[in-house]
C-alpha cells in the first residue's frame, strides 16, 4: 500500500462554491479556467465565470465560486510545472 506524501481535499458545494486544501502553486486562471498544483499533483478546474475568492500561501486553501464544469486532475506526480533548466536535465 503507498503511503500519501502530500495532503490535498477538495469540496464542492452545489457545483457553485469549491474549497481546496494543500495547494502549492496556481499557474494561470480565467473565468473559464484555472490550473493549479496540489501536494497530490495538478488539477485544472473548468466552468464558467470562476473567481478565485480567497487564498492563503501559508496553509494552501483556496476558495473558488462560479459555475464548476469540471475537476481534471493531471499527472499524481507532478507537483509543479519544470523550469526551462530543469527541462533540459529531465
Known amino acids: 500500500m503507498n503511503e500519501v506524501q ?3 481535499n477538495l469540496i ?3 457545483r ?3 474549497m481546496l486544501s494543500g495547494v502549492t502553486d ?3 486562471f480565467n473565468e473559464e479556467e484555472i490550473r493549479l498544483f496540489t501536494q497530490l499533483g ?3 478546474i473548468r466552468g464558467r465565470n470562476l473567481h478565485i ?3 492563503s500561501v501559508e496553509s494552501g486553501d483556496i476558495s473558488v465560486e462560479g459555475d464548476v464544469w469540471s475537476l481534471c486532475y493531471g499527472e ?3 507537483k509543479k510545472k ?4 530543469g527541462k533540459l536535465f529531465k
Open 26 to 28: 496556481v499557474d494561470c
Open 82 to 85: 519544470l523550469s526551462m533548466l
Open 42 to 44: 495538478e488539477l485544472t
Open 12 to 14: 464542492l458545494e452545489n
Open 16 to 18: 457553485s462554491r469549491l
Open 6 to 8: 502530500g495532503k490535498h
Open 76 to 78: 499524481k506526480d507532478r
Open 53 to 55: 475568492n480567497e487564498m
